[in-house]
């Protein structure tokens, strides 16, 4: 299971991207390594990631495989993503719905809780 935010994709994408291309690479594919490797991880943006690949499809927005909603902050369940893994993505939404059918024990419904797992500061007071 995996959290997936855009500093998530930005901190692994030059991991995934050797993944994705593994053994002898072409010049471009090797060029590319290189500037990702060389990225400050913990301040480039999704932007800076694909100006580097040429497309934004390594770090951005996923699609829940339940709804189909496009979020910036999602969770990856099942196998690591490959061509044909048993992974799905899912929303905080349909999560939130996963959880209800467990029933109201099976986990907290405490609102700072809540904001801390889509990643907001709890609220004071």
């Known amino acids: ?3 997936i935010t855009e500093r998530t994709q930005v901190r692994d ?3 995934r991207w050797r ?3 593994p053994g002898s690479r072409t010049d471009d594919k090797d060029a590319i390594a290189e500037k990702l490797d060389a990225l400050d991880v913990d301040t480039a943006t999704a932007e800076d990631v694909a100006a580097i690949i040429g497309n934004d499809s ?3 927005p996923s699609t829940c495989n339940e709804c189909g909603a496009v ?3 999602a969770v990856m369940v099942g196998e690591e ?3 044909e893994s048993a992974t799905a993505t899912l929303c905080f939404a349909c999560v939130e719905k ?3 059918l467990m029933g109201p024990n099976s986990y907290s419904t405490d609102p700072p809780v809540r904001q801390l797992i ?3 500061q709890p609220d004071s007071g």
């Open 118 to 120: 889509i990643g907001q």
């Open 71 to 73: 979020v910036t902050v």
């Open 1 to 3: 299971m995996k959290l």
């Open 19 to 21: 993944a994705q291309y």
């Open 98 to 100: 996963a959880l209800s």
């Open 81 to 83: 993503p490959y061509y």
């Open 58 to 60: 390594w770090c951005g």
């Open 13 to 15: 994408v030059a991991a």
